[in-house]
């Protein structure tokens, strides 16, 4: 079944580290997206890249890390410099950033502070 | 600029009550609509959408239909079951742009 993967389910950070999520689609859908949910509130796009070596920033980019190498995959890099990382992280795939497609959703990365 | 306006939550219901979540929006030209769900500790599954004025989404029971003159896409369901129990977003995607712009969501919470 085509679909988007995000891994791993849990991740935890310790101060000063780097970590990296990972976002796989087989949808062969052209646009990504990365989002941050807290708790009891909505989305906040973080990054996206509407082509492969592209990307742009969101709302709430710093941070945050992104690359576009390859069309199926989007990963996200949370730095040292994120000081509050502890959040619900999705990401999200559509046709075509411009196309007024739905975007189609992972079941997300849970991201916790140690 | 393109924005949208949910209900605040919670919605408490009893199984089979009527639902209504209400949705309005903001935008240039003619976006497409759509409505999310959010079940707990999972991501978003796109429940229904409409491309233009008058078109009706559905899907499981739920409705929602365009309403360019009120700007408003209310999400309706007839009976409710426990299951529906999820936070819900309403969406917008605006004309010749690249973003979705979603709401900031609306839990509800049916009891039997």
């Known amino acids: 079944d085509g679909g988007i993967t995000q891994s791993p389910k849990y991740l935890f950070r310790k101060e000063g580290q780097n970590v990296t999520l990972s976002c796989e689609q087989n949808?062969?859908?052209?646009?990504m997206y990365w989002y941050r949910q807290d708790p009891g509130q909505g989305l906040r796009l973080i990054y996206y890249?509407?082509?492969?070596?592209?990307?742009q920033k969101g709302d709430i980019a710093e941070g945050y890390s992104v690359s576009r190498e390859k069309k199926e995959s989007f990963p996200l890099t949370v730095t040292s410099a994120q000081k509050n990382p502890t959040a619900f992280y999705l990401c999200?795939?559509?046709?075509?950033?411009?196309?007024?497609?739905?975007?189609?959703f992972g079941d997300g990365t849970r991201l916790s502070i140690l | 600029g393109n924005s949208v306006t949910q209900m605040e939550g919670p919605v408490t219901l009893s199984e089979e009550a009527f639902l209504t979540i209400n949705c309005t929006y903001t935008?240039?030209?003619?976006?497409?609509l759509f409505w999310y769900v959010q079940y707990p500790g999972e991501g978003l599954q796109l429940l229904l959408k409409?491309?233009?004025?008058?078109d009706k989404g559905s899907n499981k029971g739920f409705e929602a239909t365009y309403r360019k003159e009120t700007t408003s896409f209310h999400l309706e369901k007839g009976s409710v079951q426990v299951s529906d129990s999820a936070v819900y977003f309403c969406?917008?995607?605006?004309?010749?742009?690249?973003?979705?712009?979603f709401g900031t969501g609306t839990r509800l919470q049916v009891f039997p």
């Open positions: 935008a240039t030209g003619y976006p497409s």
């Open positions: 409409a491309t233009k004025a008058d």
């Open positions: 969406a917008l995607s605006a004309y010749n742009t690249d973003k979705l712009i």
């Open positions: 999200a795939s559509s046709t075509s950033a411009y196309s007024n497609q739905p975007q189609h």
């Open positions: 949808l062969n859908h052209d646009a």
């Open positions: 890249s509407q082509i492969v070596n592209d990307f």
